[in-house]
């Protein structure tokens, strides 16, 4: 089992920038496929990228490639999310999770392990 542990959300102008953190807990870590989810008012929770478990491979939606970067530090335990120019349609509350298989996958109810989220607010 794994827990997850998300930082780094907050307010910021259109254009800006904001590192997402999720640390886990565990010795295990890098057994884990991990992705970034996100979830506005209303709307269903969507993946937003996804790095596998040595992370040669990363999975992007479309509406954030090119601004959007995940990365892990296995001997940190931790998962990125750089967002640069930020829109304020990525408002949502941004969740990292982490999936016992040995693919990358698109869906939320293949990850296992849920953190509690942090807010990412972008005000135009």
């Known amino acids: 089992q794994v827990q997850l542990v998300e930082s780094g959300g907050g307010l910021v102008q259109a254009g800006g920038s904001l590192r997402l953190s999720c640390a886990a807990s565990?010795?295990?870590?890098?057994?884990?496929?991990m992705g970034w989810f996100r979830q506005a008012p209303g709307k269903e929770r969507d993946i937003v990228a996804g790095i596998s478990r040595g992370g040669g491979t990363t999975y992007y939606v479309g509406s954030v490639k090119g601004r959007f970067t995940i990365s892990r530090d296995n001997a940190k335990n931790t998962v990125y999310l750089q967002m640069n120019s930020l829109e304020p349609e990525d408002t949502a509350v941004y969740y990292c999770?982490?999936?016992?298989?040995?693919?990358?996958?698109?869906?939320?109810?293949?990850?296992?392990?849920w953190g509690q989220g942090t807010q990412v607010t972008v005000a135009s």
């Open positions: 999770a982490a999936d016992q298989g040995q693919r990358v996958g698109v869906r939320a109810s293949k990850y296992n392990y």
């Open positions: 565990g010795r295990t870590f890098s057994t884990y496929v």
